[in-house]
């Protein structure tokens, strides 16, 4: 079995191993979606002969991490034949990705795990808190009387200069927001491709953007793809929009994270919530990202040892000084004591921000001296991460 890239004369092959191993098979807008991203992405093939049986695509992404915005490496479609597998296909193309990544400065990754425990072999960790919500008709917030300036277009009647201005302040959040991703026309046309029914609408304050919402009415639910504001008055003027549908929808339907406190302030927030954890990470190179990362406070130099059984580079003891350099130290010139051991899974989770160095050592099975933890808690970022994009 051999793994490389799909060269263009295999793309058709893609597309067929595709078909055959998701439940849904592409036509149309969401064909012309995929097959660019096999032509952009680092699209990897297991080859029996001529034969594609397998395959990893991983998409040229971004990510911004505490202001940081990071090269990332989306993982999507994989996949191998029934009559191929349990035999250390995928494990093969998973290993492959990684160094290809690292080749391309692809210094994170993110996948949505079909096995968390699968994944988290190879070294990615659940990262995110997802809250799924329902609210009823009869819960539906309510938010006083006032006239809003909103602006409202779809993807089949498109205002561009509304949508130009929702795609610039989309981006502006996203740099604002740890885990954000920034989105080009790229990115807009596949979210297009899969809910190509999507209204979007703006709220204006001072003739400026101050939210944006994307949704789709399917029958009588209002289902909210989108929802980004820039501070608690757009939030509310969105909801006061989303509302304003009450004569003709029943249901509200969203998706938020879990640690924002949604609908804390609604009259009555006791309306349906589902925690969903379908969302990982993995940094590729952690030499790369440490040093692009924003510290906070680094008084005395910090010392961590890196366990990466997939990613050999990352298996290093590194000094993070107090200017924020970090360099590789070698084992016999640290003093043992000051050194905190984390696998990489748990290193990547920590780093983005959804586990505290407490938790982080805590599910390693580590103990260290108070003084160390608390010198880690004064250096990492606290802001916890939202992802929302879907590959």
């Known amino acids: 079995m051999e ?7 295999d793309y058709q092959q893609i597309h067929q191993l ?16 995929f097959h660019h991203w096999v ?10 002969g001529n034969k594609v049986v397998g395959q990893v695509l991983v998409l040229p992404l971004n990510m911004t991490i505490h202001g940081e915005n990071y090269e990332m490496g989306g993982i999507g479609f994989v996949a191998s034949y029934p009559e191929y597998r349990q035999q250390g296909i995928v494990k093969k193309l998973m290993m492959e990705s990684l160094r290809q990544m690292r080749q391309n400065g692809q210094t994170v990754s993110v996948l949505a795990p079909f096995s968390v425990s699968f994944y988290r072999y190879f070294g990615w960790e659940l990262f995110f808190d997802k809250l799924h919500y329902s609210i009823p008709q009869t819960l539906f917030p309510i ?27 989309h981006n502006e959040q996203a740099l604002r927001t740890n885990g954000g991703m920034l989105r080009d026309d790229v990115w807009w046309n596949r979210l297009e491709s899969r809910a190509p029914d999507s209204h979007l609408a703006a709220y204006f304050k001072d003739d400026q953007i101050a939210g944006y919402i994307r949704y789709a009415i399917q029958g009588t639910t ?21 509302t304003s549908h009450a ?15 949604f609908g804390f302030y609604f009259q009555e927030p006791q309306f349906k919530r589902e925690i969903v954890q379908d969302i990982m990470v993995r940094i590729v190179d952690v030499l790369a990202f440490m040093k692009r990362y924003q510290w906070e406070s680094v008084e005395k130099p910090l010392y961590v040892r890196i ?3 997939f990613c050999e580079w990352n298996e290093q003891l590194y000094q993070i000084n107090g200017n924020g350099d970090v360099q590789i130290m070698e084992e016999n010139t ?3 004591a000051s050194i905190i051991t984390l696998p990489i899974h748990l290193f990547s989770a920590m780093m983005v921000g959804h586990l505290s160095i407490k938790e982080a050592v805590m599910f390693a099975g580590q103990q260290y001296d108070k003084e160390i933890i608390d010198r880690w808690q004064q250096a990492l970022p606290a802001n916890k991460p939202v992802f929302y994009e879907y590959f």
């Open 18 to 33: 595709r078909d055959y191993c998701f439940p849904n098979k592409y036509t149309d807008a969401r064909r012309k979606d």
């Open 247 to 261: 004569a003709s929808v029943t249901t509200i339907q969203g998706v938020t994270a879990n640690h924002q406190h």
């Open 307 to 309: 366990e990466d059984r």
């Open 3 to 9: 793994i490389k890239l799909v060269e263009e004369k």
């Open 222 to 242: 209002f289902v909210v793809h989108d929802f980004v504001v820039k501070d608690m008055e757009a939030e509310q003027a969105i909801w006061r929009y989303v």
């Open 334 to 336: 640290v003093a043992p």
């Open 39 to 48: 032509e952009h992405s680092t699209t990897l093939g297991a080859y029996d």
């Open 143 to 169: 938010l006083g009387k006032k006239i809003d300036v909103m602006k409202r277009m779809s993807f089949e009647w498109v205002d561009p200069d509304l949508f130009q201005a929702i795609k610039e302040f």
